[in-house]
């Protein structure tokens, strides 16, 4: 693992999300500084509790200006830059709005982080360019980042290029560090009540092979990938070491994906969607996991 100190001063978008809100107290708490931008959102103290810019992510101007310190009452001296902004999943929007809204913003950002001489950024990839909705089964499991994105959607499709683009931006200039994170399906706690629900049916969730991320871990990613100071691009994939499921990953597998490949030897309940890489290179060690949080009658059934 390649490390070095964190950032001083981030700028992180998409920050009102789920993901984003997380990411912003996860990375104040660690005593990072960070300016908070999003499209909408901010007036409210519980968007963001920091610093806040309003900026249309699809005009590169506004971009510079955050970027540099050319707003009024807000300072330069950006060291990174987290990008999470985006239509967050595909079927929101019509697909020519979603991917003209996430292409000009990815590429006003990382064009504007090379303008600015800005080094690092992070950003948001997504495990749907692994080939989700696995309408056509994996090439073996647990999936990983060796095989060539398989993008099924608009969304997916736009995201796959994010990757391509980000490995030209480093081409050009060999002392960026990009570091794509390919989220599974973000979490709060809240959102866990229904999880054991789940089990009546595995088709009910196949569609990205049982995963999901909590969104506390998700920040801790963000964080790890904010101290990797490996020039050039990569991807990591992103997910909890557990899946959503109380049924063994390998008969989930042995029932929905009969013919697929197993390449390992699976613990109990473990992901599917490989975080092996992210714990070797960033060092990722996700903490969370649902069945801290939803009473079982028969707790020992439910054991990571």
Known sequence: MSDSALPRRVVVTGATGKLGRAVVAHLHAVGVDVLAV??????????????????????YGQVVEAFTGGADEHAGGIDAIVHLAAVPAPGLMSNATTFANNSA?????????RAAGIKRVVWASSETVLGLPFDTPPPYAPV??????????????????????????CRWDPELVMVGLRFSNVMDVE????????????????WNLWGYVDARDGAQAVERALAHDRPGADVFIIANADT???????????EVYPGVE??????????????????????????????????????????V
């Not at 999003?38 to 005009?59: I, K, N, S, Y």
């Not at 959102?191 to 196949?206: E, H, T």
């Not at 092996?276 to 960033?282: G, Q």
Request: proline fraction near 6%; charge should be negative; aromatic fraction near 10%.
């Open 262 to 303: 197993v390449r390992k030897e699976l613990a109990e309940h473990e992901t599917l969607l490989s975080i092996d890489k992210a714990r070797r290179v960033l060092g990722y060690a996700p903490r969370h996991s649902w069945r801290d949080h939803v009473e079982f009658r028969d707790k020992e059934q439910f054991s």
């Open 144 to 169: 990983d980042e060796e095989y060539a994105p398989r993008p099924e959607s608009t969304y997916s499709l736009n995201k796959a290029l994010e990757e391509e683009m980000a490995r030209h931006f």
């Open 38 to 59: 999003d499209r909408a959102g901010g007036r409210d103290p519980r968007d963001v509790d920091c610093e806040f810019l309003q900026v249309d992510l699809t005009d």
């Open 105 to 113: 913003a990815t590429y006003n950002v990382f064009a504007a982080a």
């Open 191 to 206: 959102d866990y009540a229904p999880f054991p629900s789940f089990d009546a049916d595995p088709q009910l969730r196949r």
């Open 244 to 254: 959503v499921m109380s049924r063994s990953s390998a008969s989930l597998l042995a």
